[in-house]
């Protein structure tokens, strides 16, 4: 081994790692990285009982120490619109500029009284890194108490940026976005295996989509349900000796003639472990040559 080369340690059982690659991030501008979900897990459990504890408190002081709404906590398809869609974002700054962020998103679900999602968490590339606590509550007294620092805006917090500078995305693009992006997670949902990467996990991978974007082994062109056209980039890998797929599904952006390439925009990205569902998503017409990411 040589001092010149490039050495990285666990943040939390400080086991060294040779490549950057195999390092999982939870948080944006931050060097605190970890060697695994495990240790991830570790690291944070004392920080997620301590918030835990604060909602007891909390829930006790408002008289809603449970609640049927909080079934919804197993509902995948909310909890991921929560995040990417919340109607309000709060981010708290601590004495030394840790920040925690809290995304809050009102559902109503048919005729019943409307909920309010709740999710503390860190922050990776614009959404949550790791969900320090979730919970729902139909108490808007609650609620309130999570609205936590200064209130961020969302038009800037999720503004989409290419090499050359900053893309404009007018508030129907973003839309068209994240109405895609539930198509998608709901067709992913069906085809998942209870064998496979959980999807509570899929933030902690989201440092392979730069390079399965920027080096794909494949890539795919299909059309979807509604006439589409979905960009499919899968790239294998190797992380301590477990192999698995990684998977950036893209919609294409028309910018106009202004930049005069295609402008592909992740949608959806996910790990995988099922051979299974590498074959589904591994159809449609083969891309040759790189595309404007």
């Given at each position: 081994?040589?001092f010149?080369?490039?050495?990285y340690?666990?943040y939390?059982?400080k086991?060294?790692v040779?490549k ?7 948080e ?7 060697c ?8 944070f ?19 809603v120490?449970?609640?049927?709404c ?26 030394i ?7 809050i998103?009102?559902?109503?679900i ?7 999602v ?11 890194g790791y969900?320090?606590?979730s ?6 007294y609650?609620?309130e108490?999570?609205?936590i620092?200064e209130?961020v ?8 940026t290419?090499?050359e500078?900053?893309?404009?995305v ?6 068209g ?8 997670l709901?067709?992913?949902i069906?085809?998942l295996?209870d064998?496979d990467?959980?999807i ?5 991978y ?8 920027d ?8 059309q ?7 960009y ?10 477990v ?14 003639d202004?930049?005069?390439?295609e ?9 995988s472990?099922d051979?299974?569902l590498y074959?589904?998503?591994?159809k ?10």
């Open positions: 081994m040589s010149k080369k490039d050495f340690f666990c939390e059982c086991k060294p040779s950057l690659e195999d390092l999982l991030f939870v944006s501008g931050s060097t605190r990285s970890f695994g979900e495990k240790c991830i897990e570790t690291f459990k004392p920080i997620t009982s301590h918030f835990e504890s604060i909602e007891k408190i909390l829930r006790k002081k408002y008289a120490e449970s609640e049927e909080l079934n919804y906590l197993s509902d995948v398809t909310i909890m991921e619109k929560s995040m990417t869609d919340p109607d309000e974002i709060w981010c708290h700054e601590n004495g500029k840790e920040e925690i962020y809290s995304f998103k009102k559902v109503e048919e005729k019943n009284d409307p909920f309010y709740i999710i503390l968490c860190t922050i990776f590339d614009t959404y949550p969900v320090l606590l919970t729902i509550t139909r108490s808007k609650l609620m108490e999570f609205r620092g209130e805006d969302l038009q800037d917090h999720f503004s989409l290419a090499d500078g900053e893309i404009e007018d508030h129907a693009e973003l839309q976005i994240e109405q895609k992006k539930s198509e998608l709901a067709n992913h069906d085809l295996s064998a990467i959980p509570d996990k899929y933030p902690l989201d440092n392979y989509i730069e390079s399965t974007m080096a794909p082994d494949e890539t795919f062109k299909s979807d349900h509604s006439g589409d056209t979905i499919t980039y899968i790239k294998a890998f190797d992380k301590q000796g192999s698995f797929y990684y998977f950036v599904l893209c919609m294409k952006l028309d910018m106009g202004d930049i005069g390439e402008v592909i925009v992740p949608v959806l990205t996910f790990p472990v051979g299974d074959r589904n998503y591994h449609g017409e083969q891309v040759s040559g790189s595309l404007k990411n």
